[in-house]
């Protein structure tokens, strides 16, 4: 089982990047799925968080409004389109999913968890 994140980068502020989680070895469709980030120094914090059947989102204080979570069950993705970047978005971000269907919020809750990828926002 394998969760894989692409599409970080550096950017400059007020740009956009869309991060993508692909999961592999067993579908994730009945799963909520989250989106965490870590930056230097600090303790992974919660991003974004999607159900099973994507009806239901939760987003961080610090995102709502900018970024946006989505999901394609049929090709097994979990996608986090982010706008308006700041230089305080700087972070590894992490995919992660849920045991059960609903929003994953807390990452103790996470049963697995992508590699992470760079997202890198200069001011």
């Known amino acids: 089982v394998q969760l894989q994140a692409s599409g970080g980068g550096l950017v400059q502020a007020g740009g956009s990047l869309r991060l993508s989680c692909a999961a592999s070895?067993?579908?994730?469709?009945?799963?909520?799925m989250a989106w965490f980030r870590q930056a230097p120094g600090r303790e992974r914090e919660f991003v974004a968080a999607i159900s099973w059947s994507g009806g239901s989102t939760y987003y961080a204080d610090s995102v709502k409004g900018r970024f946006t979570i989505s999901r394609d069950n049929a090709k097994n993705t979990v996608y986090l389109q982010m706008n308006s970047l700041k230089p305080e978005d700087t972070a590894v971000y992490y995919c992660a999913a849920d045991v059960g269907p609903g929003i994953l919020s807390n990452a103790r809750n996470a049963r697995y968890w992508g590699q992470g990828t760079l997202v890198t926002v200069s001011s």
């Open positions: 070895g067993r579908t994730f469709s009945r799963n909520g």
